[in-house]
């Protein structure tokens, strides 16, 4: 069973979750393309229309990008070069000996 969003996560608003969620596919579709070798170029990748389209209804909604709550996302390396992403949050742990839990992103 996966774990519940932090309240404050849950509680975006739809513009901020719209973006959060374009924001984490670009991430993830810029990790793609570096397995398939196109993105070794020193030309940055373009944003996704997604992402685009998320940015204008933040603004619409008049809400700064920052205002929202962006997942940590990471490259993780696999075997034969291979790479992996992953995203999730972090917040305080309530019990055990750990300072933090990590709630991950869908």
Known sequence: MEPLPAPAIADQAPACRQYVAAWVG???????T????????QTPASDSPALHQARRAL???????AACHLPYCIIRPLGDGRLDSYCGYRERASQGD?????IPYR
């Open 26 to 32: 670009n991430f993830r579709g810029h990790v793609a």
């Open 34 to 41: 570096l397995n398939r070798g196109q993105g070794l170029s």
């Open 59 to 65: 603004a619409v909604a008049g809400i700064d990008e």
């Open 98 to 102: 750990a300072l933090y839990r990590w």
